[in-house]
């Protein structure tokens, strides 16, 4: 069935220190794919997407590539700040299922 | 706000009791989706329903059930409670029945069973 691995947290940053969070999946055909961040205390917002192989979705500084070659869809940000920190989701939409969830990464960033 | 309410948003309640957990939909959104949320299993899917009818069944539990109301709220019923329930419960819309853009999500209801 349909699967999202991210990698497994805590990461801890400095302020304005790159981040890298990987994510990839397992999927029949061609899924959509998306980010959520959950702050704490709150629900899931959804952070950016992408419905197509190539296409990058972007927000917030926040940017992720829809890799089908790899079947990953990494997220990325330049330069992080203290209010970045949360938790961080990946998830795919196959259509054979609602949208299916990576466990989270938490990102923790100091100043 | 994101135009999903849950109600309410925190529960204490004991083992082998029963409890009711309401979402009210994003308005003009058809589709509510129940997930669990636990510290060790990440956010895992539990029921669907479109319009009133039940559409997709995950890990759900036979001592949970759900259903979507005529006005599209839906309600979900956890009973004979195990200390294991504790958990985050989130509910999540959509405009149609299957949404490859994504869905709204409400705040959710931690539930705490001691």
């Known amino acids: 069935g349909d699967s999202v691995t991210q990698m497994e947290g805590p990461v801890t940053l400095s302020e304005e220190a790159f981040l890298t969070i990987n994510c990839t999946y397992t999927?029949?055909?061609?899924?959509?794919l998306f980010w959520y961040v959950q702050y704490p205390g709150e629900g899931l917002q959804l952070l950016l997407k992408?419905?197509?192989?190539?296409d990058k979705g972007s927000n917030k500084g926040f940017e992720a590539t829809y890799r089908k070659e790899t079947t990953s869809f990494h997220l990325e940000k330049g330069s992080v700040q203290v209010s970045d920190s949360a938790v961080y989701f990946c998830?795919?939409?196959?259509?054979?299922?609602?949208?299916?969830f990576g466990k989270g990464t938490r990102l923790s960033v100091i100043a | 706000d994101s135009g999903v309410t849950q109600t309410p948003k925190h529960l204490i309640t004991a083992t082998g009791q029963r409890v009711t957990l309401r979402c009210s939909p994003r308005?003009?959104?058809?589709?509510v989706y129940w997930y669990q949320q636990s510290l060790d299993q990440g956010l895992q899917f539990l029921i669907h329903?479109?319009?009133?009818?039940?559409?997709a069944k995950g890990n759900i539990l036979e001592r949970f059930s759900a259903q979507q109301f005529p006005d599209l709220h839906s309600e979900l019923n956890l009973s004979s409670l195990e200390l294991g329930d504790s958990a985050l419960y989130f509910c999540?819309?959509?405009?149609?029945?299957?949404?490859?853009?994504?869905?709204?999500f409400g705040s959710g209801t931690r539930l705490t069973v001691v």
């Open positions: 999540a819309s959509s405009v149609d029945a299957g949404s490859p853009y994504g869905y709204t």
């Open positions: 999927a029949t055909g061609y899924p959509s």
């Open positions: 992408a419905t197509k192989a190539d």
């Open positions: 998830a795919l939409y196959s259509g054979n299922t609602p949208l299916v």
């Open positions: 308005s003009g959104d058809l589709s």
């Open positions: 329903y479109y319009n009133g009818e039940e559409r």
